[in-house]
C-alpha cells in the first residue's frame, strides 16, 4: 500500500507546475478554495504555487484513504513505513519524573505523529491523546477510527480523551500521576477564551489550556511539530523542554497565572514558527491565518498607557447617541 | 415576479424636484455600480469614505450650518461604523445601528428626506417623527438587499448589528489583555500589570449590551 502510494504522489508531481485555480482539482480533493484563500496561500513567504498546495491536499487524501478500514498490524506497518522520525529524544518523555505535555500544531501529517509517537511512549506509561470530539470537530473522526484501530487493546497504553469536561479531569488526573497527554493548542472552540500570540507574521488566537494544565498538574511541555519527508512520508521534529514558571513563582494570584501561562504559549508557539514558518502551506490553519487583515504586532510596553486611553475613548465603547424602540 | 424601482429612476424623480418647488432636499439612495446610478452632478454626496467629490457626513453637517448645500445624497448603506453610525433601532426581531445624518438633516436642518425603496421613492417633511425616520431607513436597507449583486455594500451590513460590535468589543479587549500579558510575559509577578488590568476590566464594565436593552 505504502509502495502505491508513493506512486502515486510521485506520477501526481506534475501538479505542482500549476499556478492556476482548477475547480476540477479543488472539486477531487473537496478543498472549495474562496479568492481569499487562493491569496493567503501564494502570498506567504516568497509564496508557493497553488499546484504545491494541491498536491499536498492530494497526498494527505492519499493517506486518509489507506488507513480507512485496514486492521492494526497493515496500520502500524504503514505508519512505520512512512515514519523518518529520530526517537532519540523521547528518552526525556520516558525518563520524567512529572508528567508531560506534548504538545503538536495541526501541520503536515500531525494524526500520524501523534498515533506514531503514542503508540511507542504507551509502552513505557499511559498515554491521554486529547482533541476535539468528532461531534464538533468533524476532521478529528480520523483519529477516533485510527486509534480504535491501533489502541483499542490495554496493553497499548493510549487511551483517547476528548475537550470536555471528563477529559480535562482525565488529563489532570493522569498529568498529576505522571502520565503523557497529547494535547493541540492551536485550536479552540470559542474564541472568547483564546488570547492573542504573534505568529508567522500575524496575531493569532490560542488557548492558554496547555500552559494552565502544566501549572496545575507540575507537569512541562514538549513542543513537537510534524514535518513532511522529502518525496513522501513525515518526521516527527522535536522542541526544547518548557517549563512553567510557577515552579519559580508558587503562590501567582489569577492575574499573575495568566500572565505566566501567556509567557509559556508564546514559547510554545516560538517554537513551532521555528519549525513550521518556511513550509506553513502544510498547517490546517494557514488560509484562515493568513487571509485576513495586514501582519499585526501587539504593542510595546511604553505604548500600552496611550492605547488605553484610545480604547476607553473609541466610538466602540461608547453608548448610542439616540434608541429609538420600533417594537 | 415584482418589478423594483430601480435607483437610477429614483435618482431622476428626485432630479425633476430639483426642477420643482422644493428649495433643498436629502435623498436617500443604495451604492450601486456608477452605470445603474444615473448622473449624480449638482448633488453633494455623502459616504464613508470621503471620495473625491463626497465628504463625509460631518463635513456636509458643517457646511449646511453655513447653508451652501442644498442638494444631498445620502448612502445610508455606507454608513456603519461605530463612529458613523450612533442611532440604535430597536425592531421587534432584531436591533441595528443606523447613522444620526438623515434625523439631523430633516429635524435641525428642515430638509424633506426622499428615500428609495423597492417600491418607489417615500418623502418625509421637514420635522418627521424621529420613528418614521427610523422605520423607512429600515425599510430602506431591507429593499436594498432585493437589488441582489448590484448592491454594493451588502456584504457590509453586518457591521451595524449590535451582535458584531459586541464581538469587535471582545475582540479589542482580548487584544488590550494579550498586550498587557505579552509585555509582562517574562515578569509576571510585577506589581506594574495590576493598574492596566484594572483599566482593562473598567473598560469592559463600561461597555453597554445594546443587544439586551
Known amino acids: 500500500m505504502s509502495l502505491l502510494m508513493r506512486l502515486a504522489v510521485a506520477l501526481a508531481s506534475p501538479i505542482k507546475r500549476i499556478d492556476r485555480r482548477s475547480t476540477v482539482i479543488e472539486r477531487l480533493l473537496q478543498l472549495p478554495l474562496t479568492p481569499n484563500d487562493v491569496h493567503a496561500v501564494r502570498q506567504y513567504g516568497k509564496g508557493i504555487r497553488l499546484g504545491v498546495y494541491y498536491h499536498w491536499y492530494l497526498e494527505k487524501f492519499f493517506v486518509a484513504r489507506s488507513v480507512r478500514g485496514v486492521h492494526r498490524r497493515k496500520a502500524t506497518a504503514l505508519i512505520d513505513a512512512l515514519d523518518a522520525t529520530d526517537y532519540g529524544d523521547i528518552r526525556q518523555v520516558v525518563e520524567s519524573a512529572t508528567g508531560v505535555l506534548i504538545a503538536i500544531p495541526h501541520h503536515a501529517h500531525y494524526v500520524l505523529s501523534m498515533t506514531a509517537l503514542a503508540a511507542r511512549l504507551g509502552k513505557f506509561r499511559k498515554v491521554h491523546v486529547f482533541y476535539g470530539q468528532p461531534a464538533t470537530h468533524r476532521n478529528n473522526a480520523v483519529f477516533d477510527r485510527l486509534h480504535q484501530v491501533l489502541f483499542d487493546h490495554p496493553e497499548s497504553g493510549v487511551e483517547v480523551i476528548h475537550d470536555n469536561r471528563q477529559g480535562l479531569a482525565k488529563a489532570i488526573k493522569g498529568l498529576k500521576r505522571g502520565e503523557i497527554v497529547l494535547i493541540m493548542p492551536d485550536a479552540f472552540q470559542d474564541e472568547d477564551a483564546t488570547m492573542m500570540v504573534p505568529f508567522c507574521g500575524r496575531l493569532m488566537n490560542a488557548m492558554l489550556g496547555t500552559a494552565v494544565l502544566a501549572r496545575k498538574t507540575g507537569s512541562w511541555i514538549l513542543p513537537v511539530v510534524s514535518t513532511k519527508k522529502a518525496g513522501f512520508g513525515f518526521i516527527t521534529s522535536f522542541g526544547t523542554r518548557i517549563d512553567h514558571p510557577i515552579r519559580q513563582h508558587p503562590t501567582l494570584t489569577p492575574e499573575q497565572a495568566r500572565i505566566a501561562d501567556y509567557g509559556v504559549i508564546r514559547r510554545v508557539f516560538a517554537q513551532f514558527e521555528d519549525r513550521m514558518a518556511n513550509e506553513l502551506h502544510y498547517w490546517q490553519n494557514v488560509r484562515g491565518h493568513l487571509s485576513f487583515g495586514p501582519t499585526a504586532e501587539l504593542p510595546a510596553l511604553a505604548d500600552l498607557p496611550a492605547l488605553l486611553d484610545a480604547v476607553s475613548r473609541s466610538a466602540l465603547f461608547n453608548p448610542p447617541g439616540l434608541v429609538l424602540d420600533l417594537r | ?213
Open chain 2, 1 to 213: 415576479m415584482v418589478e423594483i424601482f430601480a435607483p437610477k429612476q429614483a435618482l431622476e424623480a428626485a432630479s425633476a424636484m430639483r426642477c420643482g418647488h422644493l428649495r433643498r432636499l436629502a435623498l436617500v439612495l443604495p451604492t450601486t455600480p456608477p452605470a445603474q446610478e444615473g448622473d449624480v452632478e449638482g448633488w453633494t454626496l455623502i459616504d464613508c469614505n470621503g471620495h473625491s467629490g463626497v465628504s463625509k457626513a460631518t463635513e456636509v453637517l458643517r457646511r449646511v450650518g453655513e447653508q451652501d448645500v442644498d442638494w444631498i445624497i445620502v448612502r445610508t448603506d455606507q454608513l456603519y461604523q461605530p463612529t458613523e453610525a450612533t442611532v440604535l433601532i430597536q425592531l421587534r426581531d432584531r436591533s441595528l445601528f443606523l447613522s444620526p445624518v438623515e434625523f439631523i438633516l430633516n429635524d435641525k436642518y428642515g430638509y424633506p428626506l426622499v428615500i428609495w425603496t423597492a417600491a418607489g421613492l417615500v418623502t418625509l417633511p421637514p420635522e418627521s417623527p424621529f420613528k418614521d425616520i427610523g422605520l423607512q431607513l429600515v425599510q430602506h436597507l431591507q429593499d436594498c438587499s432585493l437589488l441582489g449583486a448590484s448592491w454594493l455594500e451588502r456584504d457590509h451590513q453586518a457591521l451595524r448589528t449590535p451582535e458584531h460590535r459586541g464581538k469587535a468589543r471582545n475582540r479589542q479587549l482580548r487584544f488590550l489583555r494579550s498586550s498587557v500579558a505579552n509585555a509582562y510575559r517574562d515578569a509576571p509577578t510585577s506589581p506594574l500589570a495590576f493598574p492596566l488590568l484594572d483599566r482593562i476590566t473598567g473598560i469592559e464594565a463600561s461597555q453597554v449590551d445594546e443587544s439586551s436593552r
